[in-house]
Structures are given as C-alpha cells and as structure tokens.
C-alpha cells in the first residue's frame, strides 16, 4: 500500500498548478482516501468535470458558485457539499477563497510518485 507521511505541513508542500488561477497542495492519502487543499483567484474556474470516486468538500474561505448536475448554489465560508460518483461537478471563484476536498478512494492522477516521500 501506498500512502503519504503521517503529518503533513502546509509550509513544506508544495502548490500544484491545477487549472488557470487554480491551484492545489496534496495532504493526507492511501489506496482509500485522500485530503486536497485548493486555492482559486477570484473569476477562476474549477471546470465541469466527473470522476468515479466519492467527494466531500468543506469551504475553507471565499464565496463559490457551484454547480452539481443541473444544480446550481452559491457556497461560502464554513459550507460543505458531498459529490456522488459519477456526478457531474464543477463551481466558479466568485471571491478568493480555499476549499477541502477530500476524495475515495484517492486520486492517483493527482500524484507523481516520483520525487514524493511515501511509505510503503
């Protein structure tokens, strides 16, 4: 099994480009779970998208127009949102703010295991 270091520290991870104005650091993961911090500029956009793992979300700081499936909320501060497989998702930055994502099970595509400490 795969999995990240038993503590993580915001000011030793590195920020990830994730899309135009959007940025993300990897926190927590093994095979089942995994805990991603995302930064957006105000205007950035997390794009529609689908992917077959469960997500839950905690809005951290800022304000989000999101859409789930033909839903459409504006979420802030202090908000959560839970995605099914399979749903198609995505929200617009409609001020700066951070969102926690966590996923199951974890998002390979999210790591390059090249170069990252894990335990084995």
């Known amino acids: 099994m795969i999995q990240s270091n038993l503590f993580q520290y915001g000011q030793d991870i590195a920020w990830e480009k994730a899309g135009d104005g959007v940025q993300r650091q990897l926190l927590g993961f093994d095979d089942t779970l995994m805990l991603v911090k995302v930064k ?44 099914p497989p399979h749903t198609v998702h995505g929200c617009v930055c409609l001020e700066e703010g951070i969102l926690i994502d966590a996923f199951s099970p974890a998002r390979w595509e999210f790591i390059n295991l090249e170069g990252k400490e894990t335990s084995l």
Do not use: P, R
């Open 40 to 83: 957006f500029k105000k205007g950035s956009c997390g794009a529609l998208h689908s992917h077959m793992h469960s997500q839950v979300s905690y809005v951290e700081s800022g304000i989000f127009e999101m859409t789930m499936g033909d839903i459409v909320k504006i979420i802030s501060k202090g908000d959560g949102y839970y995605v």
